[in-house]
C-alpha cells in the first residue's frame, strides 16, 4: 500500500478544477498518503471539506486579456506565483505536483520544475487548456479525462495516459442509482443547471419552452433549475404562472443526487459536467459555452452526442421554439432516455480517481531515492 508520501495538489478556486482535484485526494489519502492543496485567491465553499492537511494559496492571473498593460501585470503575478511555491516547496519537500489546469496550477508546476520535483498534469478537457498546454513540456505525466486529447504540444505527446476524470464520492453514490422508469403517464423530471455560476441563457429560454409544450405533456414535466440569484425569482414566477412543479434556487450542493434523480438533464459541457452524466448514465442535451477560444465544451459535448447519450444544441440555435420541440418529442417517446442513459452510462469511468492515483504513485516509484542530508 502506497504511504507516507507528500502530494501538492493544484487546482483554481472553481468547481470544474477542484472536484477532480478532491476526487483524487480522497484517493491519496485512503492510501496513507498526506497532501496539500495549492489553490487561488478565489478559495470558496468548494474547498469545504477538501481532504487536505493544508490549503496554501499563491498569487496568479490569467493573462489571456486583450489588455498589453493587463497581460503584463499577469505575468509579474505569475512570476511572483513561481517565486511563492518554490519557497514553500523547498520547505515541504513534495514528492510530485499535480496540476489540474487553469492558471492557478501554473506557479506550483513551474516552481516544481525548478526544483527539480516530478510533475503530472490533468486535462479534464477533450482539447488541453492554455495553462496546461504552457506546463506540458516539463510534465512528466499527462493524464487525460477524455479518451482523445487534441492541442498536446508535439513534444509532450509520448506522455500521455487515459485515466478519465476523477469523481467525488458523491457522484459515484449516485451513480448506483438506476435511471428511473418511465411510462406513458409518470412525472419525467428534467434538471437544468450552467455550472457554478449558473448561465443566464437557461433563466431566458427554459421557462419560455416550457410555455409553448402542450398543456396535457407539460403537466407531466417536473422541473429542478439552477438559476443566477438575480434570475431566481422571475424563473420561479414563470413556471408558478404555467402551475408547473418546479424547485429553482441559486446553486444545490446535492447536484450529483439531483442528477441521479432525473430522467433528462439540460446543461452546459463542461468536463465534470460530461463526466458525472456518464457515470450516473444520465441522457441530457447540451449546450456549450459559446465564445471559446479552445471550444473545449464542443468537443466535451460531442463524445456523448456521438454515442447517441446527449443532444447537442450550440447557444446560438437554442431558443425556446427548439428547445420547446425537444421536449414535446421527449415526452411523446419517454423509452427513448433509457436508452440515451445506458449509452451515457458506458462512457463512465468510475474509477478514474483510482486509475490517476496509480499514475501518480507509479511516477513516484520511478524517481530516484533522495540524495542524504550533508553532513
Do not use: W
Request: net charge positive; hydrophobic share 45%.
Amino acid at each position: 500500500m502506497d504511504t507516507n508520501r507528500l502530494i501538492v495538489v493544484a487546482a483554481g478556486g472553481t468547481g470544474g478544477h477542484l472536484f477532480p482535484a478532491e476526487a483524487l485526494a480522497t484517493v491519496l489519502k485512503a492510501r496513507g498518503n498526506r497532501v496539500i492543496l495549492a489553490t487561488d485567491g478565489r478559495v470558496n465553499e468548494f474547498t469545504e471539506g477538501f481532504p487536505a492537511e493544508d490549503i496554501v494559496v499563491f498569487s496568479t492571473a490569467s493573462p489571456s486579456v486583450n489588455s498589453l498593460f493587463r497581460k503584463a501585470a499577469a505575468i509579474f503575478c505569475i512570476g511572483r506565483g513561481v517565486l511563492e511555491a518554490r519557497a514553500y516547496f523547498r520547505e515541504k519537500r513534495p514528492d510530485v505536483v499535480v496540476g489540474f489546469g487553469g492558471y492557478p496550477s501554473v506557479p506550483p508546476v513551474f516552481a516544481a520544475a525548478l526544483l527539480k520535483i516530478p510533475s503530472v498534469i490533468h486535462e479534464q478537457n477533450s482539447v488541453m487548456g492554455r495553462a496546461n498546454h504552457m506546463l506540458a513540456r516539463d510534465a512528466a505525466v499527462i493524464a487525460t479525462g477524455f479518451p482523445n486529447l487534441n492541442g498536446v504540444p508535439r513534444k509532450a505527446r509520448g506522455l500521455q495516459v487515459y485515466t478519465g476524470n476523477p469523481l467525488r464520492p458523491i457522484v459515484l453514490e449516485a451513480a448506483q442509482k438506476p435511471f428511473p422508469p418511465t411510462d406513458g403517464s409518470s412525472p419525467i423530471k428534467v434538471l437544468i443547471f450552467g455550472g457554478s455560476q449558473g448561465a443566464r441563457v437557461f433563466s431566458d429560454v427554459v421557462p419560455e419552452a416550457f410555455s409553448s409544450v402542450a398543456e396535457d405533456k407539460r403537466k407531466r414535466l417536473v422541473v429542478v433549475q439552477q438559476a443566477r440569484p438575480e434570475d431566481v425569482e422571475r424563473v420561479r414566477g414563470h413556471y408558478k404562472a404555467l402551475y408547473m412543479q418546479a424547485e429553482v434556487e441559486p446553486f444545490f450542493k446535492d447536484l450529483p443526487a439531483r442528477m441521479a434523480d432525473s430522467h433528462l438533464v439540460i446543461a452546459r459541457a463542461g468536463a465534470s459536467t460530461v463526466s458525472e452524466l456518464a457515470a450516473v448514465g444520465r441522457p441530457s442535451i447540451l449546450v456549450p459555452l459559446p465564445g471559446s477560444l479552445d471550444q473545449d465544451q464542443a468537443a466535451n459535448a460531442e463524445s456523448l452526442s456521438a454515442i447517441g447519450a446527449a443532444k447537442v444544441i450550440r447557444q446560438r440555435d437554442f431558443t425556446a421554439p427548439r428547445l420547446a420541440r425537444e421536449l414535446t418529442d421527449i415526452v411523446a417517446q419517454p423509452e427513448t432516455l433509457a436508452a440515451q442513459a445506458e449509452n451515457a452510462r458506458r462512457a463512465g469511468v468510475p474509477d478514474a480517481a483510482e486509475k490517476l492515483a496509480d499514475a501518480v504513485m507509479e511516477l513516484i516509484a520511478r524517481q530516484p531515492p533522495p540524495a542524504p542530508p550533508p553532513a
